[in-house]
């Protein structure tokens, strides 16, 4: 081989790699790109549930001790 195809063979190759390297590029974007959305999801999700922890505690805590009453059946 000449030197000029070695060249051009060495061209070709690292063109070939670019292309795979933008491509991997392009997936894992969308890759973290959905896991971001999901993450938002997840902390939304969060925070309701942590609102109904909340309102949930100040319910039983309205609601007074359960101890000193005495059962239905008496």
Same mark, same amino acid.
Not at 32 to 60: F, G, S
């Given at each position: 081989m000449? @030197? #000029?195809e070695? +060249?051009?063979? &060495?061209m070709?190759? %690292?063109q070939?790699?670019?292309a795979?390297q933008e491509?991997? =590029?392009?997936?894992?974007?969308n890759?973290?790109?959905?896991?971001?959305? @999901? #993450?938002?999801? +997840?902390?939304? &999700?969060?925070?309701? %549930?942590?609102?109904?922890q909340d309102?949930?505690i100040?319910? =039983?805590?309205?609601?007074g001790?359960?101890?000193?009453?005495?059962?239905?059946?008496?």
């Amino acid at each position: 081989m000449s @030197e #000029i195809e070695e +060249l051009v063979q &060495q061209m070709v190759e %690292l063109q070939t790699q670019v292309a795979f390297q933008e491509d991997t =590029v392009s997936v894992l974007n969308n890759a973290v790109t959905a896991q971001q959305k @999901e #993450i938002l999801v +997840l902390r939304e &999700q969060l925070e309701l %549930l942590k609102q109904r922890q909340d309102e949930t505690i100040a319910q =039983v805590d309205q609601a007074g001790p359960v101890v000193d009453e005495k059962p239905p059946h008496y």
